[in-house]
């Protein structure tokens, strides 16, 4: 599907939408098009079964995205809310490759419209999220561009933020969030903090007393306690 010809991909396009249009919110996706996509990614994660390394799957994942892309645009562009396993698995997959703004704004459908993800997963979308947003940033994957973390953390905790999720995990998501902001504010050489940025090291350190409150192991005393220090010790002006 990725070489596909431009008419071609509109027509995947169009009988996405009609998919994605005509399920009933709450009920099954269905037709023909919706079962050749869950044909395909069964293909698909059979082959990615064989693989036995991690870093392997997720490479051959990448280059897999570009064909779901059609459908994933239709069901964006005109869906009704009924549940896609073929959607929301390929959100998980997203996260995986490091999509993340696609990732985000996928999850943002599925949250609205209250979609689970398919049988092989055992968690729900919040808790998911809550869990790979943070580890990809404490990690490493998404520590590279602070400021993007910001902004993904901060849509991710906006979007769970009134589900039921286990505490441990949105815990773990404050502090992702707090960290990144840190290291925006941290200069190489520089501790003493600017009055201008003040306001940000106040909400990294809001964010790390709520991530302590609902887990105490999260391990982040030490880094609030010094965060408190600087921000007394702030240059005034």
């Not at 396009?13 to 996706?29: D, H």
């Not at 870093?55 to 009704?80: C, F, H, M, S």
């Not at 698995?89 to 689970?116: F, N, P, T």
């Amino acid at each position: 599907m990725a070489d596909l010809s431009p008419a071609q991909r509109h027509k995947a396009r169009i009988l996405a939408e009609r998919a994605a249009a005509e399920a009933q919110p709450g009920g099954m996706t269905h037709g023909s098009a919706y079962e050749m996509m869950l044909y395909k990614l069964a293909n698909d994660r059979r082959s990615l079964s064989n693989i036995q390394s991690m870093e392997r799957k997720i490479e051959v994942k990448a280059t897999l995205l570009p064909e779901y892309q059609d459908w994933i645009d239709g069901v964006l562009a005109k869906g009704n809310g009924g549940q896609d396993d073929v959607f929301t698995a390929l959100l998980v997959w997203h996260i995986d490759c490091g999509e993340y703004a696609r990732a985000v704004e996928m999850a943002r459908y599925a949250m609205q419209h209250k979609l689970s993800l398919p049988d092989q997963f055992n968690r729900d979308i919040p808790t998911m999220l809550l869990d790979e947003f943070s580890a990809a940033f404490l990690k490493g994957k998404l520590a590279g561009d602070p400021t993007l973390a910001i902004e993904m953390l901060t849509q991710v905790q906006q979007l769970t933020e009134h589900c039921d999720a286990p505490d441990q995990a949105r815990a773990k998501l404050l502090k992702a969030n707090a960290y990144a902001m840190l290291a925006v504010l941290d200069q190489p050489g520089d501790d003493l903090l600017r009055a201008s940025q003040l306001p940000q090291a106040e909400a990294a350190h809001a964010l790390m007393e709520r991530a302590v409150a609902l887990f105490p192991g999260v391990g982040v005393k030490q880094t609030m306690d010094r965060l408190r220090a600087r921000i007394i010790k702030a240059v005034p002006g």
